[in-house]
């Protein structure tokens, strides 16, 4: 009987995580690509992301007088606001690299399977930790566990190097956009 309810879990736990990655996959790009929006961006904007949810500093805000759980839980409850509100742009952002690199494959004058694969790489390793990071958080907000955006914020940089990196008539690939 144990075995027929983990196989049951399991089977389930396919089930969603092909429907979030078949949901993501069919959604249609926003025509949200910039030129000038990719010469300015930085992924290591969201490297405050990864001590946001830091445990020291609850440690260091126990160990002050007056201290009091709620004071603990507001502090958690805000800085997971926050995180979200940098997720949300941090996967807005995603989308756009991943824009102007189809874009670069799209009008580059010479085959660019390198890029594409590179491209449809990065979206599985991305979407993968996303999927991580949403039910981390969850568990995280119920004071289980930590939270690491490493993946994510290294599949961003990877992607954002690779648009960076164009080919020589990449140049003309911006101007048509």
């Given at each position: 009987m144990t075995i027929l309810w983990v196989s049951f879990a399991v089977a389930l736990t396919v089930a969603v995580t092909m429907a979030y990655f078949l949901r993501m996959a069919v959604r249609p790009a926003r025509g949200s690509f910039d030129a000038h929006w990719l010469e300015s961006f930085r992924p290591s904007r969201y490297?405050?992301?990864?001590?946001l949810l830091d445990d020291e500093e609850f440690a260091f805000l126990k160990s002050q007088p007056g201290f009091h759980p709620s004071i603990a839980q507001r502090l958690r409850?805000?800085?997971?606001?926050?995180?979200?509100?940098?997720?949300?742009?941090?996967?807005?952002?995603?989308?756009?690299?991943?824009?102007?690199?189809?874009?670069?494959?799209?009008?580059?004058?010479?085959?660019?399977?390198?890029?594409?694969?590179?491209?449809?790489?990065?979206?599985?390793?991305?979407?993968?930790?996303?999927?991580?990071?949403?039910?981390?958080?969850?568990?995280?907000?119920?004071?289980?566990?930590k939270v690491d955006v490493r993946g994510l914020v290294g599949a961003l940089e990877t992607v954002s190097h690779s648009v960076r990196m164009p080919a020589p008539n990449a140049a003309q690939a911006w101007s048509r956009a």
């Open positions: 490297r405050p992301m990864e001590r409850k805000q800085r997971v606001a926050i995180f979200r509100q940098y997720l949300r742009q941090l996967k807005r952002d995603f989308q756009r690299l991943q824009e102007a690199g189809r874009l670069m494959v799209l009008y580059s004058e010479e085959d660019r399977p390198d890029l594409a694969k590179a491209l449809m790489q990065q979206d599985v390793r991305f979407r993968r930790a996303l999927l991580q990071v949403h039910i981390r958080l969850a568990l995280y907000r119920l004071g289980i566990g």
